[in-house]
């Protein structure tokens, strides 16, 4: 039996100004997949990684192992815009030299490190009520932003260039670096905004992967493409099963304790493709928690 799934993950580098719809919709559209999803959106402004899941991998996106995000961020100092970002019209308030605020900012850095709390932009895709933050924005609608929580492990490389900050930062599934942007101008006394947003590594994979996808604007229909194994993006203990268990996980059948090594939920692989997601369910079975054949 041969398995013919059509489902996998791609990393792949978003062009500037392009959504993170834009990028999956050029993937279905490109290759005819039924379904593509993506893990972590990007601004409009950002460029770099995006991990994209085609048709039934798209649901594994909750089993991803490191949800962790490396930016390198360029902030703009003594500037303010509605989005927080060049992406919408921007006012100057004041000249700064970046360098001169050198102590403050780093000062800004160290306090940052750790968990936090942050509030969203408003020009973000964060739902309140069932509805995206952005689409109240642009209707000049008033609501309520519940705070997140957030990490921020490190930030280094930081260098100055007239009124402009650049850093690396590695943070938590969910943080902005817009606010963070903000954060960091109203620390200083001054407002701030980001200008150049670049996303280098999804837990470990990198921005050198071999397999990236650059270049996507110029992907034809024939464009080869390397996937990613599932394997090195899930984070969970595997069960190899045999041709004759098929059948029973196709039809949601439970599996017998005694085939787990551990009572956790496993990924179900076969001839290695990715068929099932099981986890405990008694004492003496496990059920399907996804199945993707």
Known sequence: MKLELNSNFYLADKPKTWTSQDLCTKFRKNYKFAKVGHSGTLDPLATGLMLLATNKYTKLFDYIDDTTKNYRVEALLGFESETLDIMSEVTKNED???????????????????????????????KVKGKRLYKYARQNKDVDIPMRDIEIFN???????????????????????????????????????????????????????????????????????????????????????????????????????????????????????????????????????????
């Open 96 to 126: 700064v030299v970046a360098v001169d605020r050198s102590d403050d900012i780093k000062k800004f850095f160290e306090t940052k490190l750790g968990k936090s709390k942050q509030q969203p932009p408003k020009y973000s895709a964060v």
């Open 155 to 293: 930030i280094e490389n930081i260098s100055y260039n007239l009124n402009i900050v650049t850093f690396d930062i590695k943070v938590s599934k969910g943080t902005y670096i817009r606010s963070i942007v903000r954060e960091l101008g109203e620390f200083i006394n001054t407002t701030a905004i980001v200008n150049n947003l670049k996303r280098i590594n999804i837990g470990s994979l990198s921005s050198e992967d071999f397999r990236l996808i650059s270049n996507v604007e110029a992907l034809k229909n024939d464009s080869y493409i390397e996937s990613i194994h599932w394997s090195e993006i899930i984070g969970l203990k595997e069960l190899k099963v045999k041709e004759n268990q098929i059948e029973n996980i196709r039809n949601g059948n439970l599996i017998d304790s005694s085939e787990f090594s551990s009572r956790e939920k496993f990924a179900i692989s076969f001839e290695n493709n990715l068929v099932a997601i099981y986890e405990p369910f008694s004492e003496d079975f496990f059920k399907p928690d996804k199945v993707f054949i």
